[in-house]
């Protein structure tokens, strides 16, 4: 048991001791951000009962907050029907 700690402490130091460089750091940025924001506008357009009763720049920022939250979103319509 003591083996198995010490050796997830030792792959978890490893993993955090990695260096990355700026460009590195903005390219896995965008890898995984461009398919969350995809998915995050397809959710959107398809739940937009919300939006019917909003009215000027409250409708854009209530958008904009549902692409960023979707996945709490997702979570909450599961769990209110």
Same mark, same amino acid.
């Given at each position: 048991?003591?083996? =198995?700690?010490? =050796?997830?402490?030792?792959?978890? =130091? ?8 700026? !460009?590195?750091?903005? #390219? &896995?940025?965008? *890898?995984?951000?461009?398919?969350? #924001?995809?998915? #995050?506008?397809?959710?959107?357009? @398809?739940? &937009? ?8 720049? =409250?409708?854009?920022? !209530?958008?904009?907050? !549902? *692409?960023? /939250?979707?996945?709490?979103? @997702?979570?909450?319509?599961? /769990?209110? @029907?």
């Amino acid at each position: 048991m003591r083996k =198995d700690v010490r =050796d997830v402490l030792k792959r978890l =130091d490893r993993l955090l001791a990695y260096e990355m460089k700026v !460009s590195e750091f903005l #390219g &896995t940025l965008l *890898i995984l951000g461009i398919p969350y #924001g995809l998915v #995050g506008v397809v959710w959107s357009l @398809t739940h &937009t009962a919300h939006l019917k009763q909003l009215h000027g720049i =409250d409708v854009v920022v !209530s958008f904009l907050g !549902s *692409i960023v /939250c979707w996945p709490v979103l @997702t979570f909450a319509n599961v /769990c209110m @029907t």
